[in-house]
């Protein structure tokens, strides 16, 4: 065989294999079996006379028609149209190796993290006493492991560590050093607050040298999604372990609770972000991603109830009643919607032409914003009235920065919808803007306290 | 000639089964070897065989395992265990079953030709 003829069968080959790796029932293992016989095959035709072009074309007539093959594959192993997570990979040596890895350094990290919300305990710091220590600390707990992870999984240098390592202390040391009023306004933000400023770190460090691109930033924040998701299945899995776990131990006469509520909880609660950051890496391209599943069904609904509500206070005339939380609920109302715009942002196809979710999308941004817009209006003249707290403060800033958001990501949409202009600005947009909300949880955790006097 | 699909798959488990229990082997060298035995009237779709193998394996009748070829590649060789020499067996006994019948039938057939006679008359003029 010539070495041109040799290339191109290569050529060849490769191509036919990647056509065999799309195929959801023919496994990796599969497919080498496959070329193995392949690759006899045009062998034999050759060593018989024909030419390596002719010989290959020959030899994958006879292997078949692949969709019947990729049928009759799926009827014998019909569980692998159901995704499965596999966490060592049985055949192919060069991922497996990596896979296994990965898990140990995840679950390593997961128990130190676990091991470190136990730590302050020497200090004489109790969960149950100490609960503005730890509620300002919690996130320095976890989120450094996990930074750690991404640090050792994307290979970051030195340079990127010592930063991350600077931005953890600084954040210990603001979460720290300010005399808060225990159980005040100021000490509850800036434990509400730090973990999104410290996320940006996480997000910066997971992007690895991509978090100056769009596509770095929207790969972070559909991990963000899918980690949410599977910590919540992950949490309501432990809940089901610790119902069984005081029901047996108290058919036996022993309390439980103790150590539930001292160990069980705090060490599950901590190893459980690393352990779904690790299964999100992981079942990344094994499995659909869930987040833009759930924006699909509950963006119609949203959509629906927004303009429903929307009627009803025109029809009725009710102006929205402040009551003390009202502020709060029109913020994590922008922030759903703004949610639900985002993921499915990131998984439409930029491409694609506008169609009717675009729509259903658009009524909802818009109702969203006119609701929000009744709410800002009546609590107006409540800060005029009773004048700022920090949390109406805070509140107000988020809604400000929610708002302009949302109201351009509505411009951009309907721009896109009447062919104006491209999804992709749309997308650009969203990524652009996140580092604004870190820098507002910054100025809520670092400019807040002594601003409104650590009350 | 062209043998039906249903009569290739029926006949799918016990070809292989045997071929196993000749020795062990691997895909291409099956197909070879189905060629060879049925003079080219059994042509299986390559790909085909691999399903079959790998219920098969499922089946627990026989075990595949990787070696290197002397060709430098990675193969996956077959081997018949002790429940696919059963169920060989097995198999065998039901087309030996089903052969015996199709034989007296054919049999019965080709002495009768066209006109339609009693069995007993029907084989008494092989025997004389």
């Keep these: 065989m010539a070495a041109s003829d040799h290339a191109s069968l290569e050529a060849q080959i490769d191509q036919w294999r990647n056509y065999l790796h799309r195929r959801q029932a023919i496994h990796a293992v599969d497919v080498a079996e496959l070329e193995d016989h392949l690759r006899e095959q045009v062998a034999v035709l050759v060593d018989a006379g024909l030419a390596t072009d002719e010989a290959f074309l020959v030899a994958v007539k006879r292997m078949g028609d692949l969709d019947a093959l990729s049928r009759e594959f799926a009827r014998e192993h019909s569980e692998r149209l159901w995704k499965q997570l596999v966490v060592v990979p049985s055949e192919a040596d060069g991922p497996r190796a990596r896979t296994r890895t990965d898990a140990i350094v995840a679950f390593g990290l997961a128990l130190a993290a676990a091991v470190a919300i136990k730590l302050p305990v020497l200090f004489g710091l109790q969960l149950e006493q100490d609960v503005g220590f730890y509620a300002r600390n919690l996130s320095l707990f976890v989120l450094p492991f996990l930074a750690g992870y991404f640090v050792w999984k994307r290979q970051l240098g030195t340079k990127t560590l010592s930063w991350l390592a600077a931005a953890f202390v600084a954040a210990a040391v603001f979460a720290n050093v300010y005399p808060f009023m225990p159980g005040g306004a100021s000490e509850r933000l800036a434990a509400l607050h730090l973990p999104i400023a410290l996320w940006l770190a996480v997000g910066i460090v997971y992007a690895g040298g991509r978090w100056r691109q769009g596509s770095g930033r929207m790969d972070f924040i559909r991990f963000s999604g899918e980690l949410f998701i599977y910590y919540v299945l992950i949490a309501l899995g432990g809940a089901v372990l610790t119902a069984f776990m005081v029901m047996m131990f108290e058919a036996i006469g022993v309390k439980a609770e103790p150590f539930f509520s001292a160990w069980l909880l705090p060490c599950g609660a901590a190893a459980a972000v690393l352990v779904a950051a690790w299964l999100v890496e992981a079942k990344q391209s094994v499995i659909e991603n869930m987040a833009p599943v759930l924006t699909r069904l509950f963006t119609p609904i949203f959509a629906a109830v927004l303009a429903v509500f929307l009627g009803t206070v025109l029809w009725t005339g009710h102006g929205v009643d402040i009551e003390r939380n009202v502020l709060i609920a029109f913020d994590l109302l922008l922030v759903l919607v703004l949610g639900l715009l985002l993921y499915s942002v990131s998984a439409r196809d930029p491409q694609s032409p506008p169609g009717a979710f675009d729509v259903v999308q658009v009524v909802l941004v818009v109702g969203a914003l006119l609701a929000n817009a009744l709410a800002l209006w009546a609590i107006a003249a409540r800060i005029n009235e009773f004048g700022f707290t920090p949390n109406r403060v805070a509140a107000l800033g988020e809604n400000v920065i929610l708002l302009a958001n949302l109201a351009w990501s509505a411009v951009l949409y309907i721009r896109f919808l009447r062919g104006r202009g491209s999804f992709a600005r749309l997308e650009r947009w969203q990524t652009d803007y996140l580092p604004i909300y870190a820098a507002w949880a910054m100025v809520v955790v670092i400019v807040f306290p002594p601003l409104f006097r650590y009350i | ?128």
């Design chain 2, 1 to 128: 000639m062209a043998i039906n699909k249903d009569l290739i798959a029926a006949s799918s488990t016990p070809i292989v089964l045997a071929i196993l229990a000749e020795g062990d082997s691997y895909g291409y060298a099956i197909i070879q070897r189905v060629r060879e035995l049925s003079g080219g009237h059994m042509e299986w779709t390559d790909g085909m065989l691999y399903p079959v193998l790998h219920r098969l394996e499922r089946l627990g009748q026989i075990e595949a395992r990787w070696e290197i070829a002397e060709s430098g590649r990675r193969r996956k060789y077959y081997r018949i265990t002790a429940a696919g020499r059963d169920q060989l067996a097995e198999e065998r006994r039901q087309w030996q079953a089903v052969d015996a019948t199709l034989r007296s039938i054919w049999k019965a057939l080709s002495v009768a030709g066209p006109v339609i006679r009693p069995a007993s008359a029907a084989l008494s003029p092989q025997g004389a």
